[in-house]
């Protein structure tokens, strides 16, 4: 039976949420969604389930907190400049918490009735920590942060602030920072590699939860005693633990753990840490998690291939689950789009290699379809199967999707995630030619019409591939990739200080491997390019300048190769609003027609 071809603008007409946040009484829900065509802000009364718009506002306004007297804390940068401010609203008006030009801030944590945010104000290179008052609506400073600590969670009887340090991208500790004492002592001493990342505080304030990969492959469960400066492993699953938060009274957690790029929740009994309820699989990916002020609900935030973004709702007293929101619109039936699958081969040296693949719809009968090597952003980024609008579109047709994780991608063991460490653009390239031969193997792609696409490093990886292995791939779609190694990694923002570091590390340090990074950067190879690029830039971008794109647009013009360039002045790094990324999906899909088809 032949599945329904859709529009883009159909399958946009679902709805993301991109964050929400549960009132203390637990009667209301506010969330995030794109339904106006950018975010906006939106109420859920869970009493009624009736749904009202809040804001209207031409930005993105993502929700973070949400006071007992209705008034909530949201988060929105201009154009996609990432230059978020944090803002109040309220019924009556929505006031800039935190006016200061060329800043950035957001939401960190709510502990009791304190609401604490990160600002860069003092200095655009680190976040320092504040306490807002929404009485007076002024602001403390309580951690000057001088030494670029990635801030963690606070404790109970905000005392203690957790910190964070990488050390490299494989090597990194958890402090303790004692906000009335100001001493900040060190909480995983470790000799080798190994990362270390705070989670949550036990409730008595004592014990800080922790996942560490020092004893193995991935991210197991610790739990440190604060006072006696020891640590103890204790729960450890086949893949790694990625998130976790406690409940309010202390009782229950749970713990988000990627399977195969699939989010499974663990609700534990933190006294024993033994399961409360069996594994919740998601068949997706979940994005954020909360209890109610009362420790009898768990809310979730989850989309999967078929199915856009909405709140789920577990009750841990019946261990039923309920879908709060329906993000779907009915004009899309799930059965008609592409369900994801991992799929893995054996890449050049041997390496096994997963990736996420999405079979081809409304294929003509005794053909092949052609098919799409996806290459994720990064480096260290993860493919999972999450509602991708544009890549059912391009799927439903008539191609095929496999979104591969290449070495060097996270989430399937520490040894895998190095395995390109100062070999981006070869050791992982050379997965992405591998991929395509495996497509190549299966009885309904056509081995002749193999394509590559990506995002950001996914771009550069597109643009390597046709630079580098300038035979291996028919087509190339390019979203703001980066050409030019030595110039991004000059220009790294200033608050991305600490990633900066981690990247040089990763990648190669501008200022001392230039001639590396240049026989790496496509930019200085653009003469080998062959094959037809589609290329889609946003203006405002912090992270890959608009520069990137505009010089390999034009090299490639020069030396008659056939581009076609799509720019977004509104949008930075990734595409918000609907209307540019319906034009972007019906762009890429043109060109695919035209030269892959």
Known sequence: MTEKKYSIEELMENETIASFAVSPDSKRILYSSDKTGNYNIFELDQETGKHRQLTSLTENALVSYVYEDGSFIFAMDKGGDELHHLYLGTEEEIKDLTPFENTKSGFHVCVGNSVYYYSNKIDRSRFDLYRFDKADRSSELVFENKDLYELGPISDDERFLALHKPETANNSNVYLHDLISGETTLLSPHEGEANFIPLFFSKDSMKLYCISDIEGEFMTLWVMDIGKKEREEILAF??????????????????????????????????????????????????????????????????????????????????????????????????????????????????????????????????????????????????????????????????????????????????????????????????????????????????????????????????????????????????????NWVRTLKEVPAWWKVVKDLLYRKIGDPFEEEEYLKSISPLFHADKIERPLLVLQGVNDPRVLKVESDEIVERLKEHGVPVEYVVFDDEGHGFKKKANRIRGANAMLAFLDKYLR
């Not at 009274?249 to 989010?263: C, K, M, P, W, Y």
């Not at 856009?308 to 689950?321: A, C, E, G, R």
């Not at 994801?340 to 003509?364: C, E, H, M, T, W």
Request: glycine share 10%; charged share 20%.
């Open 238 to 483: 086949s893949w790694d633990i990625i998130a976790g938060r406690i409940s309010e009274d202390g009782e229950t957690a749970v713990l988000i753990v990627n399977r195969d790029g699939f989010s499974e929740l663990h609700i534990i009994d933190t006294k024993d840490n033994s399961p409360k309820m069996s594994p919740v699989e998601t068949g997706g990916v979940v994005y954020d998690q909360c209890f109610s002020k009362d420790s009898r609900f768990l809310y979730y935030l989850c989309d999967s291939a078929t199915s856009s973004p909405n709140i789920f709702m577990i009750d841990l007293n019946t261990k039923k689950t309920e879908q709060l929101t329906d993000s779907m619109s009915e004009k899309v039936n799930s059965n008609d789009l592409s369900e994801a699958k991992v799929l893995r081969f054996i890449s050049y040296d041997g390496l096994q290699v997963p990736g996420i693949f999405y079979p081809p719809r409304n294929v003509p009968p005794n053909e092949k379809a052609p098919a799409i090597v996806w290459v994720h952003g990064g480096p260290g980024g993860q493919s999972l199967p999450r509602y991708s609008p544009e890549i059912q579109f391009i799927a439903n047709h008539g191609f095929a999707i496999y979104a591969v994780n290449n070495r060097g991608s996270s989430g399937y063991g520490k040894s895998f995630f190095k395995a390109a460490d100062h070999k981006h653009g070869e050791a992982d390239l050379d997965d992405c030619v591998a991929a395509a031969k495996y497509l190549a193997t299966l009885d309904f792609i056509d081995k002749e019409r193999i394509g590559i696409n990506g995002g950001s490093y996914g771009g550069f990886m597109v643009l390597a591939a046709l630079a580098f292995r300038p035979k291996e791939f028919k087509v190339g779609t390019d979203f703001f990739g980066v050409s």
